[in-house]
């Protein structure tokens, strides 16, 4: 048997194989084989070559989840899968109630059964939730500021100058198991699998990931303006704003979200530029 520890070097601003190395410590019995995830050719056959008894630990953020989730039949893999975070942000972790640097954890059970998006036609698969307004916002600038320097990305900072100074709201149209909803001036409107995005903002605090019903949650921020919301904003990192009036919070399984005008939307930190609408559905 072997342990295939699958890394991703650029995870954590580039010190994601280093961290991955801790787990020589922390699996010190067992038989580790180090595999750059990055530059592997053949992603899925790498999977589909295992042996019965071999085990695979990724190492990466939110972003190797999604990838691992969209390139492998999850629901049908049978091999022991682990996760140990790498990553800056690390959503799904926290979901999990665990911090960084604790031991590596199972998670078959979490990537099976997951809902799908689709976003400009093309369906994908997520793990934690997709942003949409100026979450998607937020990643953007990330990008965008990633490619000009190796700083950390500060998401609560783009936030609150999104807010401020340079993203304006939208008109929205939710559709929520055929049960419809119009919002003006919507500055999130979020689905959610998981409870945490964007780095550690409780979006939707009451979403169970394993909800038996497979239920997803869609939030919408919307009413309010820039003063108004920036007050409210840092209490997402509570999971609070969903006692306040700006907030709706509805669950179901069949979610449409659309907008007055194209904005960004991220997909587990995965950002698509110029989106109108989505679509999810959790069978």
Known sequence: MKTYVLYNKKSDNKAGKNEAEQLREIWKNRQLEFVDAVSLEDYAGFFAALEPDDEVCLCGGDGTLNYFINHVDADSFKNKLYYYPTGSGNDFWNDLGKKKGDAPEAINKYVKNLPVVTVKGKTYKFINGVGYGIDGY?????????????????????AIKGLLFHYKPTNAEVEVDGKKFRFNKAWLAPT???????????????????????KVTCMVMNGAGKVHTLVAFPS??????????????MKGKNVRVKFDRPVALQIDGETILNVTEYSVESK
């Open 236 to 249: 997402i990192f509570k999971g609070e704003h969903v006692k306040k009036k700006i907030v709706k919070v």
């Open 192 to 214: 959610m699998k998981g409870r945490f995005y964007g780095g550690g903002m409780m979006a939707t605090p009451h979403q169970d990931r394993l909800d038996p019903e497979r």
């Open 138 to 158: 937020c990643c953007e600038e990330g990008d965008r500021l990633r490619e000009s320097s190796d700083k950390p990305i500060n998401y609560t900072s783009i």
